[in-house]
């Protein structure tokens, strides 16, 4: 029996796919560009050896440079690998290249995407490509990233597709992250006409210190995020002769989230 022709009915076979974008490239100097670019890719190469997957450079059109980032396509049975361990052990690079780096050297803050999907190599047909980047650019990863910077200190935020999520943290396949490590929201790109579901990954920040800065405005009743509610009888949060609460830092605040709501903060400058 003779073997029909490639079609474009044909579905291709499905692939793992890791997109990465640096946070204010284009603000770096010019000069500075093509070292900073370079290390991100050491940083990539290192952390994939480390945990045994192959280049994607191997591949013919498994690698595209983005100028800022990348896209590195693997085969899919890596797709597990791609969430545990390489977003922990990325944030951990991303981490000793901070500390190593030269003085004036810019450091280096990932926004990265995961998903999993039909595509074409080397000429990448299939929309898993064209998903991956619109993930990468939603606007919950950007303001994820930016709540890692400012919140943890973080290198690091990353988006994991509802298919991706499936397969691997659902399925039981990510041995050190389960489904209470990330966040559910929604993908969304300003101008575009896509909206996602996704999960929401941010390293050594909780999805319950994640879930009101990536959503301010949800009530605070929804979503069993909020810290609870006081009662307000007598001695509690309503009643009007309970005294105010006093809250004393007495060191450097290294966590900067706090739960529920300060009415009124006073500095005491002798202390300073």
């Given amino acids: 029996m003779s073997i029909a022709p490639p079609s474009s009915l044909d579905v291709p076979p499905e692939q793992a796919l890791l997109a990465v974008d640096m946070q204010g490239y284009s603000q770096v100097q010019e000069a500075k560009m093509a ?47 791609l969430v545990d361990p390489l977003l922990e052990h990325l944030h951990a690079a991303l981490v000793r290249y901070d500390r190593e780096r030269l ?27 064209n998903e991956v980047c619109r993930l990468l650019d939603s606007q919950v ?29 659902r399925a039981g396949r990510t041995p050190d992250l389960d489904e209470e490590h990330f966040l559910r929201a929604t993908a969304r ?20 210190a994640l879930d009101p800065l990536i959503n301010p405005d949800a ?15 007598p001695g509690g949060q309503g009643d009007p002769s309970r005294p105010p609460a006093v809250f004393q830092f007495m060191g450097d605040m290294t966590d900067t989230t706090v739960i529920n709501k300060v009415g009124t903060m006073r500095i005491d400058r002798r202390r300073i």
């Fill in 35 to 81: 070292p900073l670019r370079s290390d991100l890719d050491d940083v990539l190469t290192n952390v994939l050896a480390h945990i045994g997957l192959q280049d994607p450079r191997e591949r013919p059109g498994a690698f595209k440079d983005t100028g800022d980032g990348a896209i590195l396509v693997m085969p899919a049975k890596d797709i597990a690998r």
């Fill in 103 to 129: 003085a004036g050297a810019p450091a280096i803050r990932l926004r990265a995407a995961v998903h999993v999907g039909p595509l074409s190599l080397p000429d990448h047909r299939g929309d898993a490509i």
């Fill in 141 to 169: 990863v950007r303001t994820a990233l930016t709540a890692a910077r400012e919140h943890r200190r973080g290198l690091l935020a990353a988006v994991v597709s509802e298919a991706a999520f499936r397969r691997t943290v």
């Fill in 189 to 208: 790109v300003d101008g575009k006409a896509f909206e996602e579901p996704c999960w929401l990954f941010v390293p050594q920040m909780t999805p319950k």
């Fill in 219 to 233: 009530p605070e009743d929804e979503g069993g995020t909020a810290a609870p509610t006081p009662p307000s009888g």
